[in-house]
């Protein structure tokens, strides 16, 4: 690791781990870029010490040091150890995988040099730049913050940081903090037999959430499935509030504590070639016009807010008929 000379260098490219496997591949493909400033100090209050504008100009452009791209934060034995815990993991206690072709892989081997550089990612862009710099509203001196409100379900719990251990364990906090809401909500959907009578009660908007799955037998009993669709409002603030501002990504949460990426269902492909590296697998997730109808007249949504083509503001809603608020 080292500093630039501020003199002579501006920037400096590296590839990381991942990058170089997808070089050798041919399939490496930039298409994005961001800044970051996580070695800027810009409230020297906290740092003790107070200076002017034009000082505090001086500081960051010429007197701050900055260091040069860190592309990995592992070093090559600790690599070895991760992908040795893997094969051993994989292949039941023993040094070595037995892959689908029928042979043991072995140390030293080119068929493990081949593994290694397979193997999964040890969660390593949380460990290089924090947050990249975002894009502002102009109007205002607030920076970008989200909104989100809960329509249809209940917050259970809710933290605004998230710890990525870098052993990949839970028994430590040895990781990186990021600033990342993490909001627990529990979507429980509920089947029952039921002739009817049941539904006697509930409320009206608890009727509406229950579908009948099955016909009645002789006795009038059927399968119902009640719903607990999570119906979220999210907006960002601060910033140009346009429709297509987000992006979605799901994770699973592994019991080690790391993240697998899934991947959402392509065009072509059927139900049954679904498996559980797909969201679909798992649940539906629907955005604006791909919401269900019924979800969204039952929380008193304007049908206007999610099929129009303007820049959304906020998600209207009939307070007035409402369950549970207060008009205002």
């Known amino acids: 690791m080292s500093f630039f000379n501020k003199k002579e260098e501006v920037l400096e490219f590296q590839l990381t781990e991942h990058g170089k496997r997808l070089l050798e591949n041919g399939v490496l493909k930039p298409s994005f870029y961001a800044f970051y400033d996580e070695d800027i100090l810009y409230d020297t209050a906290a740092a003790g010490f107070q200076e002017k504008q034009n000082d505090s100009d001086r500081r960051i452009r010429f007197e701050t040091p900055s260091l040069k791209v860190q592309k990995s934060t592992l070093g090559v034995e600790a690599r070895v150890q991760q992908h040795q815990a893997y094969l051993r993991d994989e292949g039941g206690g023993a040094l070595g995988v037995q892959t689908a072709g029928g042979y043991l892989i072995t140390e030293n081997s080119v068929d493990f040099v081949e593994a290694f550089q397979d193997a999964p990612d040890y969660a390593q862009k949380f460990f290089l730049e924090a947050d990249p710099l975002g894009t502002s509203d102009l109007k205002t001196k607030y920076a970008p913050a989200w909104h989100i409100n809960l329509l249809e ?40 037999y039921s002739n009817g009578a049941q539904t006697d009660t509930l409320t009206q908007q608890e009727v509406e959430k229950i579908v009948q799955l099955t016909d009645g037998n002789n006795a009038g009993v059927a399968l119902y499935l009640q719903e607990n669709a999570l119906l979220l409002d999210v907006q960002e603030r601060n910033t140009d509030t346009l429709k297509e501002n987000f992006d979605i990504e799901v994770f699973y949460s592994q019991p080690d504590g790391t993240f697998e990426k899934l991947g959402f269902m392509e065009d072509t492909q059927a139900l049954g070639e679904l498996g559980p590296d797909s969201v679909e697998y798992f649940m539906n997730v629907a955005t604006d016009t791909e919401i269900p109808l019924g979800v969204l007249k039952r929380n008193n949504v304007d049908l206007r807010t999610v099929k129009g083509n303007v820049a959304r503001t906020r998600l209207s809603r009939d307070l007035y008929q409402s369950d549970n608020e207060e008009p205002c």
């Open 153 to 192: 379900n209940e917050l259970s719990s809710s933290e605004y940081y998230q710890v990525v251990a870098i052993t990949g364990t839970l028994d430590n906090l040895d990781g990186v903090v990021r600033t990342i809401p993490q909001l627990d909500i529990i979507v429980d959907y509920k089947t029952f």
